[in-house]
Nanobody, 124 residues
């Protein structure tokens, strides 16, 4: 089993920054895909940033240039640095790990493990 625990959410004014962390524990071996997703009230869960087993990264257009995903494989931590936050970034943020075979890394349903999420609220 794999456990993911997010932290770092909170309330911030527009233009501010937050850093989310996702601690990974359990039976994980080698490298694997991970991602950050978010879900706002009344909306579908959407991909924010993903990172592959080779360390490659990719971002949703809405966060490019503002968010940075990074991982520390030794410490088993996935981070999301969020700068220049906007009210539309308000959502519950989730980290996900380990793609199902043949899964689309931008599809939240393609991951085997999820955290409980952390709330990010950006006020104007």
């Amino acid at each position: 089993q794999v456990q993911l625990v997010e932290s770092g959410g909170g309330s911030v004014q527009a233009g501010g920054s937050l850093r989310l962390s996702c601690a990974v524990s359990g039976n994980t071996y080698g490298r694997y895909s991970m991602g950050w997703f978010r879900q706002a009230p009344g909306k579908e869960r959407e991909g924010v940033a993903v990172t592959g087993p080779d360390g490659s990264t990719s971002y949703a257009d809405s966060v490019k240039g503002r968010f940075t995903i990074s991982r520390d494989n030794n410490e088993k931590i996935l981070a999301l640095q969020m700068n220049s936050l906007k009210p539309e970034d308000t959502a519950r943020y989730y980290c996900a790990a380990i793609l199902k075979r043949g899964g689309d890394r931008w599809s939240w349903e393609s991951y085997n493990y999820w955290g409980q999420g952390t709330q990010v609220t950006v006020s104007s």
